[in-house]
């Protein structure tokens, strides 16, 4: 039995949530851009929430906005998909599965721009999603009366253009703009582009102003694991249990976060929010950016060169281990969180820091250590160096466990072999790919300097971290120290003895 509409009647599993009758009669109320998997992951699933609680009652119609992929399957299964959430919470194994139907339908931009514009007559629509990946924001010099226009923004600005067209320029006939691609300050991005597009393409002054006025551009932080279709074993296994076929079904984990900025009539019209506290509406959102980035990312960052080099493919192996596990807990309890350059009361950075763990054991994810080096410096520089300098604001000696994290990143970056534009590292014997635009740099580093040499050179590299860090009490030392000790008895090794040696810092 294949997922419909027609065949939810069908459907006696216990295990899943089926919608009513009377969702399907809810009239659209949010357009889309973007089929992935992360927007019916984490944005849908929380309109869908809202709707079988009887609370936003309103549902979305989706702009597939490139030529690629097939997108028959919507068609095909009335909107529907399965959404199967499973991970950790407070310790314990939790695992869910919803029958969601907030899709309507799904419009291709390239063969359907006429049903998207007619979209925009439509009064109950007052709110538009996007998901177009970071490259789906940039500035394009694009025609609007183009059919469609090439670039995202330029579908957006033809799109409100329609939209003012058809309201006479109503001052209620704006929208609620969210973005979710992964850029800091999303939505005033992607506002300012509109706004200069419509300049380009000589649209009148009394339409710009209305887009100024009228609309709403709301930044956002989406933070949810959605890896999508799962492999054919597991697919086959949950729809035996389930008792019906899904070609869009997909996995997540448990944890969700959508944090948006906007005030009390922004919340008002997103009013599926309080369907679920993974949604979170407020005038500022940097504390929620702030935490992601340094104890969730940040962690990563200095775990994942370590873990690699330690043999631990992925983050679940390292948390089955007593022993990573604990690096983790420590470095992001204890150097972490005190040094996060953002005013934050400690109870939500431990709340933070509990769900974060929780995250990381969770046994259905395969996040591996070797994927998260992918621009390691970077990373590095934005991420965990402003930890360090905040750290070094309160403190006088050098933080244990960041610097062996710090001496891993180095290791990690030790090139043993270049072919053509691609730079090695080895361990045990076998080559990895160092896919960092500083290997080559790197590879001189190492080819010239001793380790002590190398570390000095590399803390006072001003290019590198954007200040000289060579002159932090003790970090240039103890980085020495624990470099030395990776090369000369492993990671492994290495890694027993600072958590043997560790202070535990309040």
Not at 495 to 503: E, F, G, P, R, T
Request: glycine fraction near 6%.
């Amino acid at each position: 039995m294949k997922l419909s509409r027609y065949t939810l009647k069908n459907i006696s599993s216990e295990k899943v949530i089926v919608p009513e009758d009377e969702i399907f009669d809810l009239p659209e109320k949010v357009l889309q851009f973007g089929t992935g998997v992360l927007l019916r992951g984490l944005p849908d699933s929380f309109i869908d929430k809202a709707n079988m609680m009887g609370i936003f009652n309103g549902r979305i119609v989706i702009v597939k906005t490139t030529s690629k992929g097939d997108a028959s399957a919507f068609d095909k299964q009335d909107g529907l998909y399965t959404l199967c959430e499973r991970g950790i919470q407070d310790g314990a194994k939790v695992e869910e599965y919803t029958i969601c139907s907030s899709v309507s339908r799904v419009l291709a931009a390239q063969d359907e721009w006429g049903q998207v514009l007619e979209c925009a007559h439509n009064e109950h629509l007052k709110i538009i999603i996007s998901n177009t990946t970071e490259v789906g924001i940039q500035l394009v010099n694009d025609d609007i009366r183009r059919y469609p226009p090439s670039s995202f923004p330029g579908k957006l600005l033809a799109f409100l253009y329609e939209r003012y067209i058809a309201f006479n320029g109503s001052k209620d006939s704006g929208f609620v703009i969210v973005p979710t691609e992964l850029i800091t300050d999303n939505a005033k991005k992607l506002e300012s582009i509109v706004l200069e597009l419509a300049h380009l393409n000589s649209l009148e002054d009394d339409f710009i102003e209305w887009i100024e006025q009228c609309n709403f551009f709301c930044n956002s932080l989406v933070d949810r694991i959605v890896t999508g279709m799962p492999d054919e074993k597991t697919k086959q296994a949950i729809e035996n249990d389930l008792g019906y076929k899904d070609e869009l079904l997909i996995v997540s984990e448990i944890y969700s976060l959508w944090a948006i900025e906007g005030d009390e009539k922004v919340k008002n019209i997103l009013s599926f929010a309080e369907a679920d506290d993974g949604v979170v509406i407020e005038p500022n959102i940097d504390l929620h950016r702030e935490l992601k980035l340094r104890l969730l990312n940040g962690t990563h960052t200095l775990t994942c060169g370590l873990a690699y080099l330690a043999g631990y493919d992925t983050v679940l192996q390292a948390m089955e281990d007593e022993l990573s596990a604990g690096f983790i807990a420590d470095l992001m309890s204890n150097e972490l969180a005190p040094s996060i350059p953002y005013v934050i009361d400690e109870s939500t950075k431990q709340l933070f820091i509990s769900k974060v763990l929780d995250r990381f054991r969770n046994p259905h994810i395969n996040h591996n250590w070797k994927n998260i080096t992918l621009n390691y410096t970077s990373k590095m520089r934005m991420r965990c160096i402003p930890l360090l300098i905040n750290y070094y604001n309160h403190n006088e000696v050098a933080p244990q466990l960041f610097s062996l994290g710090f001496a891993s990143y180095l290791y990690f970056m030790k090139v043993v072999k270049q072919s053509g534009k691609d730079f090695f590292g080895e361990l045990n014997g076998v080559e990895y790919l160092i896919e960092d635009v500083m290997a080559e740099k790197y590879h001189l580093l190492w080819q010239k300097n001793t380790v002590e040499g190398l570390v000095k050179e590399v803390l006072k590299d001003v290019s590198l971290w954007g200040q000289d860090l060579s002159h932090l009490p003790g970090f240039s030392q103890s980085v020495i120290n624990n470099l030395n000790s990776i090369i000369s008895d492993g990671m492994k090794a290495t890694l027993i003895k600072v958590m043997n040696q560790k202070k535990l810092y309040v």
